[in-house]
């Protein structure tokens, strides 16, 4: 394997919009969500160390989920940066370009959420080859575009093949001028106190806020693997097989009557009845239970915000 190819594997996330499984303490991408016996985090390593040496795989997260890491992953303390808070996807990106600079001035990096779904694994690794060949050859920041197939308001859309000139870097430059000054501390004993300086004071801002919309020099690879970010109950309902009825079950003692185009997921052991439900989601855990409208999927992030006022921590 060529030594200057290295992944970033962002898995700080909280996974919010999959409780009442996920929770702050075991989010999305360390469970089966799948049902396959392994986690997101592990199929999305697994999946890159084929293009990628294993040592120059690097996992960020927040410092509560080291120890899960650890777990899941056959890599050494010092492949995990932990984040000393969460602040979107530019300061997490950062934090790892840094440390890897480092290491391997000439390295080319690829950078991927944790818990993302990918149907075609041969041909995703021929894509990601393809773009590592383009940015080792081109002074380029390189994403890969995905068709849309439908509008969706939490998804951002690229725009190609136009001139669109922008100016304004101010957020780009705030957090790189902050990893920069401390960048000669990455990749010692002092960069863990270097990266509880920064934190604190860097902005909460996404990658493509801070830099892909407003960089010169950025391209775009179409993809057609199979994808799918799987942040939602609906979106694992898209991406799962289905029965007669269009009905989605996960677990060994679940029964449906009149029930249709719906998601059901439940504990292995335990009965779970449904009736006369159209287009729902029902989600049942030890101490919890979601029913949910398909349609209205989106304010499950609002609900666990009002539970978390409500009831503290105990259920989040």
């Known amino acids: 394997m060529n030594q200057n190819l290295y992944c970033v594997i962002m898995a700080g996330g909280a996974g919010t919009r999959f409780w009442p499984v996920s929770r702050s303490s075991y989010p999305k991408q360390?469970?089966?969500?799948?049902?396959?016996?392994?986690?997101?985090?592990?199929?999305?390593f697994e999946r890159f160390t084929k293009i990628v040496p294993p040592q120059n795989v690097f996992i960020v997260t927040s410092a509560e989920y080291k120890d899960l890491t650890l777990k899941q992953?056959?890599?050494?303390?010092?492949?995990?940066?932990?984040?000393?808070?969460?602040?979107?996807?530019?300061?997490?990106?950062?934090?790892?370009?840094?440390?890897?600079?480092?290491?391997?001035?000439?390295?080319?990096?690829?950078?991927?959420?944790?818990d993302h779904l990918i149907l075609n694994d041969q041909m995703f690794i021929d894509t990601i080859k393809n773009g590592f060949d383009f940015v080792a050859n081109n002074n380029?920041?390189?994403?890969?575009?995905?068709?849309?197939?439908?509008?969706?308001?939490?998804?951002?859309?690229?725009?190609?093949?136009?001139?669109?000139?922008?100016?304004?870097i101010a957020d780009l430059a705030e957090v790189y001028n902050l990893f920069n000054s401390k960048s000669e501390l990455f990749n010692t004993d002092d960069e863990d106190d270097a990266i509880r300086q920064i934190y604190p004071v860097c902005p909460n801002i996404s990658i493509d806020y801070g830099v892909m919309e407003k960089a010169d020099n950025v391209a775009v690879l179409g993809s057609h693997f199979g994808w799918s970010d799987l942040g939602t109950w609906t979106s694992l309902y898209e991406n799962q097989p289905k029965n007669n009825e269009q009905n989605v079950i996960s677990g060994d003692n679940v029964l449906l009557y009149n029930t249709n185009r719906s998601i059901v997921y439940a504990p292995k052991d335990k009965l779970v009845v449904v009736q006369?439900?159209?287009?729902?989601?029902?989600?049942?855990?030890?101490?919890?239970?979601?029913?949910?409208?398909?349609?209205?999927?989106?304010?499950?992030?609002?609900i666990v915000n009002d539970i978390k006022t409500k009831t503290g921590d105990k259920y989040i």
């Open 73 to 114: 992953l056959p890599i050494n303390e010092s492949q995990i940066l932990l984040e000393p808070a969460r602040r979107n996807t530019a300061p997490c990106i950062a934090y790892a370009n840094f440390r890897i600079q480092q290491i391997n001035p000439d390295a080319c990096i690829v950078v991927a959420p944790s």
């Open 140 to 168: 380029n920041l390189l994403t890969l575009g995905i068709q849309p197939t439908r509008p969706d308001t939490g998804y951002g859309y690229i725009q190609f093949d136009e001139a669109i000139n922008f100016n304004n």
């Open 276 to 302: 006369g439900l159209t287009n729902y989601i029902v989600v049942d855990t030890p101490d919890a239970l979601l029913i949910c409208d398909k349609d209205e999927e989106q304010t499950v992030k609002v």
């Open 30 to 44: 360390f469970i089966d969500i799948l049902g396959i016996g392994k986690s997101l985090l592990q199929l999305t």
